[in-house]
């Protein structure tokens, strides 16, 4: 019954990308980059809505009133299910660019909206990440936020957490931004990163904590950051 729902949730999930996208199209060519921010706006709180929705996946969201929703911040999450991307994008009461890699740009349709509304990398080219760290650092600018799962990937392990990559922590000490951290609890459950085809309805749990200030820090402080983000998280987990 798994991989029937997930059989069913893709399905759900490419209509209503397929049904959106002509708007999405119209309003980018007759706005251009103005409309960027609503239809990220309509990406997050609507279309992802209506697909984990139909999905039957319920969010319960915990410390929301912690986050100043006119601030933008470096937002931090863990990794474990294809659905964290949705429960990330409804659970954050914020208007905010994902770092996307390369691969999620091939896929039809998608693809296009990643490409518009996302910050690219390739993870395996030393010169695009560098190139979409100083595009993150672009959108801050122009008063997004910016999403980075740190582990890098999806966790397929038995840790709660993998190895952290230090570049969201980079970032919010260069640009002084304060840190969100988001703690999905084990959305694994109902979407197994180990199997390819395994979705069930259920509940996550999505945990805000409050911002970790950067200001005045240096980048001999994004160790202890980082190791204060992997607590936070682990709080969460166990």
Same mark, same amino acid.
């Given at each position: 019954?798994?991989?029937?729902?997930?059989?069913?949730?893709?399905?759900?999930?490419?209509?209503?990308?397929?049904?959106?996208?002509?708007?999405?199209?119209?309003?980018?060519?007759?706005?251009?980059?103005?409309?960027?921010?609503?239809?990220?706006?309509?990406?997050?709180?609507?279309?992802?809505?209506?697909?984990?929705?139909?999905?039957?996946?319920?969010?319960?969201?915990?410390?929301?009133?912690?986050?100043?929703?006119?601030?933008?911040?470096?937002?931090?999450?863990?990794?474990?299910?294809?659905?964290?991307?949705?429960?990330?994008?409804?659970?954050?009461?914020?208007?905010?660019?994902?770092?996307?890699?390369?691969?999620?740009?091939?896929?039809?349709?998608?693809?296009?909206?990643?490409?518009?509304?996302?910050?690219?990398?390739?993870?395996?080219?030393?010169?695009?990440?560098?190139?979409?760290?100083?595009?993150?650092?672009?959108?801050?600018?122009?008063?997004?936020?910016? @999403?980075? /799962? &740190?582990?890098? =990937?999806?966790?397929? $392990?038995? +840790?709660?957490?993998? *190895?952290?990559? !230090?570049?969201?922590?980079?970032?919010?000490?260069?640009?002084?931004?304060?840190?969100?951290?988001?703690?999905?609890?084990?959305?694994?459950?109902?979407?197994?990163?180990?199997?390819?085809?395994?979705?069930?309805?259920?509940?996550?749990?999505?945990? @805000?904590? /409050? &911002?970790?200030? =950067?200001?005045?820090? $240096?980048? +001999?402080?994004?160790? *202890?950051?980082? !190791?204060?983000?992997?607590?936070?998280?682990?709080?969460?987990?166990?």
């Amino acid at each position: 019954m798994r991989k029937l729902w997930f059989i069913f949730g893709a399905t759900f999930f490419f209509l209503t990308v397929a049904i959106f996208f002509p708007f999405y199209l119209l309003f980018f060519i007759v706005l251009g980059k103005r409309s960027i921010r609503p239809l990220i706006w309509c990406s997050h709180k609507v279309v992802s809505r209506i697909v984990l929705g139909l999905m039957l996946i319920r969010l319960r969201v915990h410390g929301r009133e912690l986050i100043d929703s006119q601030q933008n911040y470096v937002l931090v999450a863990n990794h474990q299910a294809m659905v964290d991307i949705l429960c990330c994008a409804i659970a954050a009461p914020l208007l905010f660019k994902f770092l996307a890699k390369k691969e999620l740009t091939k896929l039809p349709l998608f693809g296009y909206i990643v490409k518009w509304f996302c910050v690219i990398v390739d993870r395996k080219n030393a010169d695009s990440r560098k190139e979409s760290f100083e595009n993150m650092k672009q959108a801050l600018v122009e008063d997004f936020s910016v @999403f980075i /799962a &740190p582990e890098g =990937t999806r966790n397929q $392990t038995d +840790e709660p957490l993998q *190895k952290f990559y !230090e570049g969201a922590f980079r970032l919010a000490i260069e640009t002084q931004k304060p840190l969100l951290v988001l703690t999905l609890a084990h959305p694994g459950k109902l979407n197994n990163p180990r199997k390819k085809m395994d979705l069930s309805p259920g509940v996550v749990d999505c945990y @805000f904590d /409050a &911002p970790i200030e =950067t200001e005045g820090m $240096t980048l +001999e402080d994004v160790s *202890k950051v980082e !190791e204060q983000v992997r607590q936070l998280m682990l709080n969460h987990l166990s």
